[in-house]
């Protein structure tokens, strides 16, 4: 899912570009746990009830990557997947956390250190983040020999 939400929203940027030579980065993250899929929360109440099901559990961050060339649409992709493990938490805090990361998968931010969530990240933090950098640049470096313009 996350794979075909990036290259939909790189080869949408990239159709605009057809003329331009550009090389167009598109990503999507979610959060898996129990077998469910946590994106961004539909309100800070929803945002507090995701965090309390991750309060003091391991679940996984998957974040799709991709690149296309805006002359002639070639796509390459690929998905990262990374455990993160939260600390507990309480309904108030979850409900304070929540609504600052309304944009956010999960409805938290890896990245904002005042939160101090997680405890442990097995694998990629960039992947957490939404942009595993070392993915990107396999794909810029596979995405080089696509252009036949």
């Known amino acids: ?3 075909r939400l990036a290259v ?3 080869v949408a940027t990239a159709a605009k570009l057809k003329f331009r030579p550009s090389l167009v980065i598109g990503s999507d993250t979610v959060v898996f746990y129990k077998g ?5 929360p539909m309100s800070p109440r929803y945002a507090r009830v995701m965090l309390m099901k991750l309060s003091g559990k ?6 799709g990557v991709a690149v296309v060339n805006s002359m002639n649409l070639k ?5 990262d997947m990374a455990r993160v493990t939260f600390r507990k938490i309480d309904p108030r805090e979850a409900l304070k956390i929540g609504k600052k990361h309304l944009d956010k998968a999960g409805s938290y931010a890896y990245q904002d250190d005042s939160d101090k969530l997680v405890v442990k990240v097995s694998g990629d933090w960039q992947t957490v983040v939404g942009l595993p950098l070392r993915v990107l640049k396999r794909l810029l470096e596979k995405s080089r020999n696509y252009s036949d313009t």
Do not use: N
Not at 36 to 40: L, S
Not at 58 to 63: A, E, G, N, P, R
Not at 75 to 79: D, K, Q
């Open 1 to 3: 899912m996350v794979r």
């Open 8 to 10: 939909q929203k790189a």
């Open 36 to 40: 469910k899929i946590y994106g961004k």
């Open 58 to 63: 391991t679940h996984q961050v998957y974040t």
């Open 75 to 79: 796509v390459a992709s690929a998905v």
